[in-house]
């Protein structure tokens, strides 16, 4: 399942770039959150060993890891996560609900739209970097070197 999961995000992010560059905001910002769920249940599996499911929505996985980081369960998730970091992306995520809740009855605009979208984008970059960084010393914390 992994592989299957490591398959579909590198297949995704491409998707996600081009539908932010075809003007589909909505589309975009519901890769994005794919994306961002699928890495933060990564990091809960890693650290807690437990698969957290598919019923954890992105929601769940940042309290996890806040929780998971505010209780320094693992040394190696303090290095690369921070708080503000997961509460930036709790915002965020927040907004896009508010936004999501509003289209049937309002008209959301095409700005509010787009800066959700590259807002999440800045967001992915930086957790995607944070993500890529955690799992090579995860890896080498593995690794028992012989004395």
């Known amino acids: 399942m992994?592989?299957?999961e490591k398959k579909s995000?590198?297949?995704l992010l491409p998707?996600?770039?081009l539908a932010l560059?075809?003007?589909?905001y909505f589309e975009t910002v519901m890769i994005l959150s794919t994306i961002m769920e699928a890495r933060l249940r990564t990091i809960i599996t890693r650290?807690?060993?437990s698969n957290p499911g598919t019923a954890?929505?992105?929601e769940h996985c940042i309290k996890r890891v806040k929780y998971l980081v505010v209780n320094a369960k693992d040394p190696i998730l303090l290095d690369h996560f921070d708080i503000q970091y997961l509460d930036e992306l709790r915002a965020w995520k927040n907004h896009r609900n508010v936004i999501f809740k509003n289209l049937p009855e309002t008209h959301v605009s095409k700005y509010r739209m787009e800066k959700l979208?590259?807002?999440g984008f800045n967001l992915l970059s930086r957790l995607i970097g944070s993500y890529k960084k955690f799992k090579k010393d995860?890896?080498?914390s593995l690794v028992k070197i012989p004395a």
């Open 117 to 119: 979208a590259k807002d």
């Open 2 to 4: 992994k592989n299957k």
């Open 9 to 11: 995000v590198k297949k």
């Open 21 to 24: 560059k075809n003007e589909f």
């Open 47 to 49: 650290i807690d060993k």
């Open 56 to 58: 954890f929505t992105l």
């Open 15 to 17: 998707m996600a770039t």
């Open 138 to 140: 995860w890896q080498k």
